[in-house]
Nanobody, 123 residues
Framework: VQLVESGGGPVQAGESLTLACTASGLQIREYCMGWFRQAPGNEREFVGAISWTGTTDNFVDSVKDRFSIFRDLAKNTVYLQMTSLKPEDTAVYFC?????????????????WGQGIQVTVFS
């Protein structure tokens, strides 16, 4: 299984950015997929997840109403759309997949990880 994130970079506060996670070795239609982030000096934080049916619940409070997750099954890719970005959203963002899917997922379920991609929000 390989997960590759793309789309990160620097952005001004208030702007939007969409990250992509392209999977190989698994079909995202069969798994829930998660997004996490880790800011400098902090532990990795769960951001949100999308189920194998496309249900997108389960967002952390700090990003609710600003972030959304959607997917393109043809491209086997999951996206994290981030709007109204804040400096505190600055982090390395990771996508992840579990070995066995359940909904809602537990953080400990996630076994496969991307390499991470930097998002920096400037005020």
């Amino acid at each position: 299984v390989q997960l590759v994130e793309s789309g990160g970079g620097p952005v001004q506060a208030g702007e939007s950015l969409t990250l992509a996670c392209t999977a190989s070795g698994l079909q995202i239609r069969e798994y829930c997929m998660g997004w996490f982030r880790q800011a400098p000096g902090n532990e990795r934080e769960f951001v949100g997840a999308i189920s194998w049916t496309g249900t997108t619940d389960n967002f952390v409070d700090s990003v609710k109403d600003r972030f959304s997750i959607f997917r393109d099954l043809a491209k086997n890719t999951v996206y994290l759309q981030m709007t109204s970005l804040k400096p505190e959203d600055t982090a390395v963002y990771f996508c992840a997949a579990p070995l066995i899917s359940r909904w809602p997922p537990e953080v400990s379920d996630f076994t496969f990880w991307g390499q991470g991609i930097q998002v920096t929000v400037f005020s």
